[in-house]
């Protein structure tokens, strides 16, 4: 059942419209003045606002532009007594859904209002199936202002045209699964399977048969025969997470395997041809393993034909406010929720051990520990791994370093993470407004 927020001072009008749209079957929240009204759309979630133009309080104009600073996508529909084209071209410059001029058609309401229901479903459901478009093409979680993140998405999607394999290195939590399922999207396979696998989370004596299949009776417990991820994802593409906790035996039999483009089932007797492109991916330096003798250098070299390498959330914190929004709608958090400017300035002074996986986690429990629609410092908790070095911990370099440019640095840093703003800049390095400004022009910034 719908809910409809029904504003108007005149109160005989009031009761006598709640009752019609109570009767169409409507809930219906009365307001006698903009101010009630307004305390009630926060306090309820409201589906519809039907107001006056002249209330007691203040104008109808001015609920209609709390409300849409609030939910942009409630409808809001004006009534008013005093109609004419300069009224109705403000109200709808202001986002309102329609104009109904006194006296109206009680029926004529009901329509507006379900019409306003129409649209706004309509939207929630575009909305969503925009956001699941994203998902499923790999988009989603890769918001990004950062430079070096914007060249190697640039370059991921340039990649998605060949078929070379590619190689993603980078930490645990970077998206290393969400980098490979964009490049499959937007490569000419986005119409067969990807199929995923994690190399460390099989078993040893497993990891051949999950990888190449097995017929019956290969092993004990080989009922029946079993197609592996090769055979599972051929035509599409195969991406193999943790590649560097492939056991010695296991990289000679998949080197082979990327070599000849055939496989063998486990107890099988002939081989089969299979057209999968490969994208692995690692946290591990490959390169180091190579040196130790723990993994095989042609298997390297032929794995990272494009090399690419997601940076740490630490060094892209200006995505942090994207990045929140994204998870906060991916949580399904009450559209009015969102993380104030100290809240977001707190996400942005701590270090992401865990990267964006963590950040995921900790937008998620800061949604249900809230105290308010505005997420604040109090609501947000914080790994202590994670916490910024004291500045006394800064090692001075032995061939010593350029004081200005230290402090030119750390003022850009602060200026990058705040969108620019000069107060919270000022506030991060903890120095007056006045005294910020006065470096920026000194710097030339």
Not at 101 to 126: G, I, V
Not at 169 to 184: D, M, N, Q, W, Y
Request: glycine share 8%; hydrophobic share 40%.
């Amino acid at each position: 059942m719908a809910t409809i927020l029904l504003i108007d001072d005149d109160t005989s009008l009031l009761r006598v419209t709640e009752y019609n749209l109570s009767e169409a079957g409507f809930t219906v929240l009365a307001a006698a003045s903009g101010k009630e009204g307004l305390d009630l759309f926060k306090k309820h979630k409201v589906d519809v606002v039907v107001s006056d133009i002249q209330l007691g309080d203040m104008d109808g104009l001015e609920v209609l532009e709390n409300i849409k600073k609030e939910q942009v996508e409630v409808p809001v529909i004006i009534i008013t007594a005093f109609a004419s084209i300069e009224l109705a071209v403000r109200a709808m410059h202001l986002g309102a859904f329609t104009f109904i001029a006194k006296p109206f058609d009680r029926d004529a309401l009901r329509l507006s209002c379900n019409k306003a229901l129409e649209m706004h479903s309509l939207r929630r459901r575009t909305r969503r199936l925009s956001e699941e478009v994203r998902r499923l093409t790999g988009a989603a979680g890769m918001e990004t202002v950062n430079t070096a993140m914007a060249e190697l998405l640039a370059t991921a999607v340039k990649v998605a045209e060949s078929t070379a394999t590619v190689l993603i290195t980078g930490e645990s939590g970077t998206g290393k699964e969400v980098l490979a399922r964009l490049i499959h999207h937007h490569s000419p396979r986005s119409g067969e399977s990807f199929v995923g696998v994690n190399c460390a989370a099989i078993a040893e004596n497993l990891i051949e048969s999950e990888l190449f299949g097995h017929v019956k009776g290969a092993f004990t417990g080989a009922i029946k025969n079993h197609q592996g991820r090769f055979q599972r994802a051929d035509g599409g593409t195969l991406f193999l997470d943790e590649i560097a906790e492939l056991q010695p035996d296991m990289q000679v039999k998949f080197l082979r395997v990327l070599q000849e483009r055939t496989v063998e089932a486990v107890g099988g007797q002939r081989e089969e041809d299979v057209d999968v492109r490969i994208i692995a991916a690692t946290n591990q330096n490959l390169q180091e393993a190579t040196g130790s003798g723990k993994f095989r250098e042609d298997l390297f070299y032929r794995l990272s034909v494009i090399p690419l390498h997601l940076p740490p959330l630490r060094e892209r914190k200006e995505d942090i406010p994207a990045l929140v929004q994204h998870f906060l709608k991916k949580h399904d958090a009450p559209a009015e929720v969102h993380f104030s400017t100290d809240g977001l300035l707190k996400l942005q002074g701590y270090n992401w051990p865990g990267n964006i996986r963590e950040l995921q986690n900790v937008v998620e429990r800061s949604v249900i520990l809230r105290s308010g629609r505005a997420i604040g410092p109090k609501d947000i908790l914080l790994s202590s791994n994670g916490k910024q070095q004291p500045k006394g911990n800064f090692q001075l370099p032995v061939e010593g370093i350029s004081l200005e440019s230290v402090e030119k640095s750390l003022i850009e840093q602060a200026l990058n993470l705040t969108s620019g703003n000069r107060s919270q800049a000022a506030r991060l390095l903890q120095i007056p407004r006045h005294v910020l400004i006065y470096r920026l022009e000194k710097f030339n910034i």
